[in-house]
């Protein structure tokens, strides 16, 4: 029995042949190794063959063709009479991700039948047991900022670049996870906490409690313009309901947000994917954020402070990872008439990379 895998420009493909001489048996598996969870083209070819058939050890699963050749999909849980989750072992330093499974092949020629043993190869997905990750990012900061005062008259407009410097430690176990950040850069600095208990779990998704706590100060706003915008440290704190698997919280919070001079309530969403935490660890990590801050007025509040941001870490190899972000903020204070009520607007994108240690 030979086997040759070739790897072109398309699909890897692995081609084996079980028997050789005027009556050859060949086997041909694309891709050559299904991951987990992915489908896979198995072709069985024998010239002048009445019939093939492949079946799992176990008889669970069979296929069987008429003629000299035999075409069939299959899948990772060839043979498995009930879904079960495998994942790779590490033994001496090594990852032994190539689990094979037996299969039974049998060709008939003119009421001969022969019968062939062969291995389908499926990849493993490696356990994640990562339960501490500390990062350390530079990214820079391309912005847009401008305030609007009476009648829409621009007051201020700018647009630069900057360097901002962050770091980051997450922990994840036992139902808790927890994330403490802070960042520091010309005119901006700030530091936020995210904690998460699991109260409820149905499976493999739970239900739980978040609370997240923030102050950051910007130091962009012109201060002559008004006192109303002076610039002052800004504080966050709230509570809510949230959905957790591993390494993945979705939570809405109600909370106060408070800025020295005045105190409002605030409505956030955020979403939190951490590939170093999922089951199976994953090359990108995404946080989504919408917060929305109101108060101090009568129904429909003129002072407003309005967050959305969205930002992807893209792992480039084991620890160093590209990051890439997006945030709108939208400011408002009222002023003596709403028509001459100021608004700020600010635009940052970002562009940057992180090295990270998890373990």
């Not at 493999?204 to 100060?217: C, K, M, N, T, W």
């Not at 309901?241 to 005045?262: K, W």
């Amino acid at each position: 029995m030979s086997a040759v895998a070739l790897a072109a420009c398309g699909i890897p493909t692995q081609t084996t042949q079980l028997v050789g001489g005027p009556q050859p048996v060949t086997v041909r598996l694309e891709p050559a190794v299904p991951s987990a969870g992915q489908s896979a083209e198995l072709t069985v070819e024998s010239p002048a063959a009445d019939s093939i058939v492949v079946e799992s050890e176990n008889g669970l699963d069979r296929y069987s063709s008429a003629g000299p050749v035999l075409h069939a999909e299959l899948t990772s849980d060839f043979g498995d009479s009930l879904p079960v989750a495998r994942y790779a072992d590490r033994w001496q330093g090594r990852l032994l991700s190539r689990y094979l499974k037996p299969a039974r092949i049998k060709v008939c020629r003119a009421g001969r039948c022969a019968e062939h043993y062969h291995e389908i190869p499926i990849r493993l997905p490696e356990a994640n047991h990562r339960t501490v990750a500390l990062t350390a990012a530079y990214n820079t900061v391309f912005a847009r900022r401008s305030l609007v005062g009476s009648r829409s008259t621009v007051l201020f407009r700018e647009a630069l670049s900057s360097g901002i410097w962050s770091a980051q430690g997450e922990w994840e176990n036992h139902g808790w996870s927890a994330r403490l950040e802070g960042f520091a850069g010309q005119g901006e600095r700030g530091a936020s906490l995210d904690v998460s208990r699991v109260v409820k779990r149905a499976g493999e998704l739970s239900y739980g409690v978040s609370f997240h706590l923030d102050a950051d100060r910007s130091e962009w706003l012109p201060e002559s313009e008004s006192p109303v915008i002076a610039n002052r440290t800004a504080w966050r704190a709230g509570i809510g309901p949230s959905l957790m698997l591993r390494g993945v919280t979705a939570s809405t919070q109600l909370g106060i947000y408070a800025d020295g001079a005045q105190t409002m309530q605030f409505v956030s969403t955020r979403v939190r994917i951490n590939g170093d935490f999922t089951e199976v660890r994953l090359p990108v990590s995404l946080t989504a954020e919408k917060t929305f801050a109101f108060g101090g007025g009568a129904i429909v509040s003129r002072r407003r402070d309005d967050l959305e941001r969205l930002v992807a870490s893209v792992h480039l190899v084991d620890a160093l990872a590209l990051n890439l972000g997006v945030a709108t903020h939208r400011s408002a204070w009222p002023n003596d008439e709403p028509s001459s009520d100021f608004r700020a607007n600010e635009t940052l994108f970002t562009l940057g990379g992180q090295y990270s240690l998890t373990w």
